[in-house]
C-alpha cells in the first residue's frame, strides 16, 4: 500500500492537470501584459500632454514678448513713420521690435517673422539691423538666425488663426486668406490676439493644449494685454 501510493506521487502532472496550470499560467501572463501596456500607456499620455504645454507655453512667451515689443520706425523722406507691422497674415507676421533696449545706450531694432510652415512648426526668423544715416535703421537681406519655436501645431483653421488684429476700438481687422492686412489696416492694429493648439502626442488619445493671448502695444500707448 505504501509502495503504491510512493509510485502515484512519482508520476507527475496529469495531463489536465497540466492543461489547468498553463492556463492559469496564460491568464497571469494576460493579466500583467495588460498592465504594462496601460501603464505604459497612459505615462505617455501623460508625457505627451506635458510636452504640448510645455511647447505651447513657450512658444506663447516668446511671441508676446516680440509683439508687445513691437515699434514704428521713422523712415527718411517721409513723416509717417513705418508701421509696426511689413506683414500682418492670419498665419505670418512680419515685424520691427525693440528687444532689451535698456540694455544698451544706442539700442538697435531687429526684423522679427513668425511663420507657420508646411510641417505645421511655427519658425521665428531675425534680421539685423544697420545705421541709414542718423535716426534711420534699414535691415540686413539675409536673415540672422532662425528657429523652429513650436512644433505638432493644429492644421489651420480659419475659425482659429494663429493671429487676429484689432485697432484701438476693439474692432477685428482681417486679412484675406493667405494675404496681409493692407498698409492702412497694419498701421491701425493696436493689438493682437494669438492663438496656438499644440498636439505633441500623435495618437490622438489626448486632446490638444490651447493657449491664447490678446497683446498690445505699449509703445504705441496701447498697452492691454489678456490671458486665456
Known amino acids: 500500500m505504501i509502495a503504491r501510493s510512493q509510485n502515484r506521487r512519482d508520476s507527475g502532472l496529469t495531463l489536465i492537470e497540466l492543461l489547468v496550470a498553463m492556463g492559469v499560467s496564460s491568464i497571469l501572463i494576460a493579466l500583467v501584459a495588460t498592465m504594462f501596456v496601460t501603464t505604459s500607456r497612459a505615462f505617455s499620455d501623460q508625457e505627451g500632454a506635458t510636452e504640448s504645454a510645455r511647447m505651447a507655453s513657450t512658444a506663447m512667451n516668446e511671441v508676446t514678448r516680440i509683439v508687445r515689443a513691437g515699434t514704428e520706425l521713422p523712415e527718411a523722406g517721409k513723416t509717417l513713420n513705418l508701421p509696426v507691422f511689413t506683414f500682418a497674415g492670419a498665419e505670418k507676421i512680419d515685424m520691427a521690435a525693440f528687444i532689451d533696449a535698456e540694455s544698451s545706450v544706442d539700442p ?65 481687422l482681417t486679412p484675406a486668406a493667405g494675404a496681409s492686412l493692407t498698409e492702412d489696416q497694419r498701421r491701425n492694429i493696436a493689438s493682437v490676439q494669438i492663438s496656438m493648439q499644440v498636439q505633441a502626442n500623435g495618437s490622438g488619445r489626448t486632446a490638444p493644449v490651447a493657449i491664447q493671448n490678446v497683446v498690445g502695444l505699449p509703445n504705441l500707448g496701447v498697452a492691454r494685454v489678456e490671458v486665456k
Do not use: C, H
Request: charged share 25%; aromatic share 14%.
Open 108 to 172: 538697435a531694432p531687429v526684423r522679427v517673422s513668425f511663420t507657420r510652415n508646411a510641417a505645421n512648426e511655427l519658425v521665428e526668423t531675425r534680421w539685423a539691423a544697420y545705421r541709414s544715416g542718423k535716426i534711420y535703421w534699414k535691415f540686413q537681406s539675409a536673415a540672422s538666425s532662425s528657429r523652429t519655436i513650436a512644433r505638432s501645431l493644429l492644421a489651420p483653421d480659419s475659425s482659429r488663426p494663429l493671429f487676429r488684429y484689432f485697432d484701438k476700438d476693439g474692432n477685428a
